[in-house]
C-alpha cells in the first residue's frame, strides 16, 4: 500500500493520493453506519445536495451508500478546483452515480447559498467538510435553511484521535458561538499559530515538510485546507443541538469517522437531551 501511494504521490499528485487513501480505508473498514440500515427508507428515491463532494464515505462501498438509492444529489464546492477534486465544471456534472443522471454542479461558499432557494432538498451531505470551515454555525444555518421540513442532514468529520489533529484541543462551544456573533470569514487565520504548533505532520504527507506546510496555511483562502475547529461527539451534538435540530444518529465510526445525523422539525418538538445532557 505505502509503494503504491508513494507512486500515485508522484505520478499524479496529492489530490490523487488522497482519492486512494479514502478508498484504501473504506476497503478495509466496509461495515455500513449502523443508521443507515434505518435511514435508507427515508433517503430512497429522494432528492439531495452535498457540500464538498464527491465523497467516498457516500459511495456504493461507503459507509453510508446513498449514493445508489438517492434519485438526485447536487454538489457545491468552493471553487472550480480544489486540491482535493482537481478541476471541476459547473452545469449538469456531478456523478454520484453513472446509472442515473449527473446532478447540477454549483461553486459557491458553504456559508454563503444564496444561489439556491431555500427548502429545495430532502436531505444534506458532508463529509469532512464543516472541520473546514471558518464559521461553522454559519455554515449550518445555509445547510439547514436548505432543507424541507423534515428532510435529514447527515455530517462526517474526522475523529481527531486517529488523524493530524490528535494533538490539538476540543473546540469549544463559546468559541463557535463567538465565532458567528463576529461573522468570522473564510479568510480567518486565528487558528494558524495552534496548528502550526500541533498539527502531525507525520499524519499528512500531502503537506510535506513544515515549510511547506506554513505556506500552504498562509494561502488558506486558496486551498481551505485548515481544520479551523476539532470536534468530537460531544461538541457536534451540542452544535447540532443550538441549530435547532433533532438528532436522529451519533456514531463513533473507526478508525476516523464521526457521523451525526439531524433532522429539521418544529423547535417546540426537539429534545436531544439524551446526547446533550441537558
Excluded at 16 to 26: A, P, Q, S, V
Excluded at 146 to 159: A, S, T, V
Excluded at 166 to 186: G, Y
Aim: charged letters at 25%; proline letters at 4%.
Amino acid at each position: 500500500m505505502i509503494k503504491k501511494a508513494v507512486a500515485i504521490l508522484y505520478k499524479k499528485g496529492p489530490s490523487e493520493l488522497i482519492k486512494f487513501i479514502f478508498f484504501y480505508i473504506i476497503r478495509r473498514n466496509p461495515h455500513q453506519a449502523k443508521s443507515f440500515s434505518h435511514l435508507k427508507y427515508f433517503l430512497k428515491e429522494k432528492i439531495g445536495f452535498e457540500i464538498g463532494g464527491p465523497s467516498a464515505v457516500f459511495m456504493k462501498n461507503g459507509i453510508f451508500p446513498v449514493y445508489q438509492i438517492a434519485d438526485r444529489i447536487d454538489n457545491c464546492n468552493f471553487r472550480s478546483k480544489t486540491i482535493w477534486e482537481g478541476n471541476i465544471k459547473d452545469g449538469q456534472t456531478f456523478f454520484f452515480n453513472l446509472k442515473k443522471a449527473p446532478g447540477r454542479q454549483f461553486f459557491s461558499e458553504a456559508t454563503d447559498l444564496d444561489v439556491i432557494e431555500s427548502d429545495s432538498y430532502d436531505f444534506i451531505l458532508s463529509s469532512h467538510v464543516l472541520e473546514h470551515c471558518a464559521n461553522p454555525i454559519l455554515a449550518l444555518s445555509e445547510w439547514t435553511r436548505l432543507l424541507k421540513e423534515n428532510g435529514l442532514l447527515i455530517i462526517f468529520l474526522p475523529r481527531k484521535d486517529h488523524t493530524f489533529d490528535h494533538r490539538r484541543p476540543i473546540t469549544t462551544m463559546e468559541h463557535l458561538i463567538s465565532d458567528f456573533i463576529t461573522n468570522i470569514r473564510e479568510d480567518d487565520l486565528t487558528h494558524m499559530p495552534e496548528i502550526l504548533a500541533l498539527h502531525d505532520l507525520e499524519l499528512d504527507h500531502a503537506a510535506g515538510d513544515f515549510d511547506s506546510f506554513k505556506s500552504r496555511s498562509l494561502q488558506n483562502f486558496e486551498n481551505r485546507c485548515f481544520h479551523h475547529h476539532v470536534f468530537d461527539t460531544e461538541l457536534i451534538a451540542k452544535l447540532v443541538d443550538y441549530m435547532n435540530l433533532q438528532i436522529i444518529a451519533l456514531e463513533i465510526i473507526p478508525p476516523i469517522h464521526l457521523l451525526i445525523v439531524a433532522k429539521k422539525i418544529s423547535k417546540e418538538l426537539i429534545n436531544n437531551s439524551i446526547y446533550t445532557f441537558k
